[in-house]
Structures are given as structure tokens and as C-alpha cells.
């Protein structure tokens, strides 16, 4: 059914419809959103079999549970870059606000990019690779380091859990991506090193580890003129991207059409 204006009924939660639920995210969503009294999941969707923490209706596809629901203010979608062109579709034929941390989009022949392009002209919908405030944070110090220290060489390395499924993490392509804005000289991605590899002044390396059950962390390197500067974020749980993104949610509904980023609402 339609999304409402943004917050619900007058002063009640913003409703919302949780994809990819039985997932490592998406239990945290609902766990997280069982403890506030701003967001309320009303009904969750998964593919795989699992628990979901919310006291919601459980579906397999979205198009069915945004039908059955009198209203839903927005759906909240981690899942996998396939799942998230075709949920974003879906959200918007129904009016509803897109939210998503899906990571893996780029140059994916599913063209999940476009389909986040294409939702935003009906719908608000919100990307964003890390939804901590402390990586929001870290990119504005990456930003300032870069710009203040021309010419040196910048390695970025991240290390995650044993299940993750893309490489490097969107969070790393995101820091990647904010130092190249200030640092147009960097212009070769070096993912890895092996063999006679001399490092080369054009170069950024990029280096993904996979470990047991690291939530997520990020270090970015910085060195030149006999001096290293090195800027890190490591997440606690993932209570921390879920918190980010219930807030994203109830801040994007009821917005206008449109791509909007974290650091906009925050
Ligand atoms: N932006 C952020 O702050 C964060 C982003 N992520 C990203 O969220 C995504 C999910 O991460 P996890 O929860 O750890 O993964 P997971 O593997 O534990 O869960 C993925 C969920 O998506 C569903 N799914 C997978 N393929 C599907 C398909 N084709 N159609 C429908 N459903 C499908 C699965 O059934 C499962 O419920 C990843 O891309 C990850 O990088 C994870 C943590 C934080
Ligand atoms: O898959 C994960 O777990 C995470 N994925 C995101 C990413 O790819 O950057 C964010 C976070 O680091 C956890």
C-alpha cells in the first residue's frame, strides 16, 4: 500500500519492511528496532529460512508483504546486489522509501546503480556502504588528511568476517573513492601486491583480509616525509549499522523522490 507523509500515523512509529531479515543484518535490524519506539518493522521478508526477532508478519517475497500491509513508510533492504535492483524496483512501483547498505553494487550485471537511479525518481532512496556515524566521521578526517598531505603514498586496508561476500568492502571503496576526489594524481587501484611489485607514485593499494568474525574495520595509511599517519574505525557489533540505518529510515520517509546519502541526514 502507499507510504504516509514520513512519521507514521500523527505521532506514531515509522513503519517499516525489513528485506534480506533472517540475515546477519537483518536479525539486527529487528533486534535493534524492537528497543525503540520510533521505527516498528511490520513485516520482514527473507528467501532463507531463519528467526526474525520483530513480532512481524513473515513473507518471502516483497511485493506480497508491501500489498498485505495497510501502510509501510519504508523498506529497509540488506541483502545482496540482485535482490537490492530488484527490491528497489518493488519499492517504488508501491511509493515507498528505499533504504539500503547492500554492498557489492558496482558493475554488477544486475545493474543494481541503475535501479536505485531509476527508484529515485518516484521514491527517496538512500545508499550508503557503512551506516556508523564513526565511519561518517572518519571519512571527513581521510578527506582533510589527504588534502593536507600531498604526495604521500596511501594504503587502505579493511578486514571482515569469514562470510562476507564482496571484496574489497564498500565502506574501503567509499574512503577510496573520497581520497582520489582529493588526490587526482592516485591513479592506479592496487588490490594486492605479489611477486616484483615495485610501489609505483600513482598507486593506492587496497587490501582485503577475511577473518573469523570481525564485524568490520578500516585503516587508512598515509606515509611520506619520514612520517605515518594512520586513520582506523573498528565496528563493536553490527548494533552499530543497524542503529545508522533505522535512523536513516525514519528521516527518509516521507521525503521527497531522490538519492540521498547518510551524511545528509545526519
Ligand atoms: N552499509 C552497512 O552499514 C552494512 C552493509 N552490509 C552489507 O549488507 C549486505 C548483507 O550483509 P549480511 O547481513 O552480513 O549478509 P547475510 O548473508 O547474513 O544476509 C543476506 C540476506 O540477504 C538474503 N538474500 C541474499 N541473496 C538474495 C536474493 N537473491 N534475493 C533475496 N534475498 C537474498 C539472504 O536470504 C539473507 O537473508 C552485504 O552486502 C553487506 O556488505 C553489512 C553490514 C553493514
Ligand atoms: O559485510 C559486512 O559485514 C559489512 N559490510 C559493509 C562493507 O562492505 O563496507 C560495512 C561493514 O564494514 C560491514
Known sequence: MAATDGDGDADGPVR??????????????????????????????????????????????????????????????????????EYAGIAAEHGIAFV?????????????????????????????SNFSRGIAALRRAIREAATSLPGYDVEVTETHHNGKRDAPSGTALTL???????????????????????????EIGVHARRAGDVTGEHEVLFAGNRETLSLSHSAGDRGVFAEGALDAAAALAGRDAGRYTFTDLL
Not at 547498505?101 to 531509476?118: K, R, S
Open 16 to 85: 517499516l519492511v525489513v528485506t534480506g531479515a533472517t540475515g546477519r543484518m537483518g536479525e539486527e535490524l529487528s533486534d535493534a528496532a524492537g528497543d525503540r519506539e520510533d521505527v516498528l518493522v511490520v513485516a520482514a521478508v527473507s528467501r532463507t529460512p531463519g528467526s526474525v526477532a520483530a513480532e512481524a508478519a513473515v513473507g518471502t517475497h516483497l511485493d506480497a508483504a508491501l500489498a498485505d500491509e495497510d501502510h509501510v513508510d519504508a523498506v529497509v533492504d540488506f541483502t545482496a546486489p540482485e535482490a537490492t535492483a
Open 100 to 128: 539500503t547498505g547492500t554492498t557489492g553494487l558496482e558493475g554488477h550485471d544486475a545493474d543494481p546503480l541503475g535501479a536505485l537511479d531509476a527508484a529515485a525518481e518516484s521514491v527517496p532512496v538512500l545508499h550508503a
Open 176 to 202: 577510496v573513492e573520497d581520497i582520489e576526489a582529493e588526490r587526482p594524481d592516485l591513479t592506479e587501484r592496487q588490490h594486492g601486491r605479489e611477486g616484483e611489485a615495485p610501489r609505483d607514485d600513482t
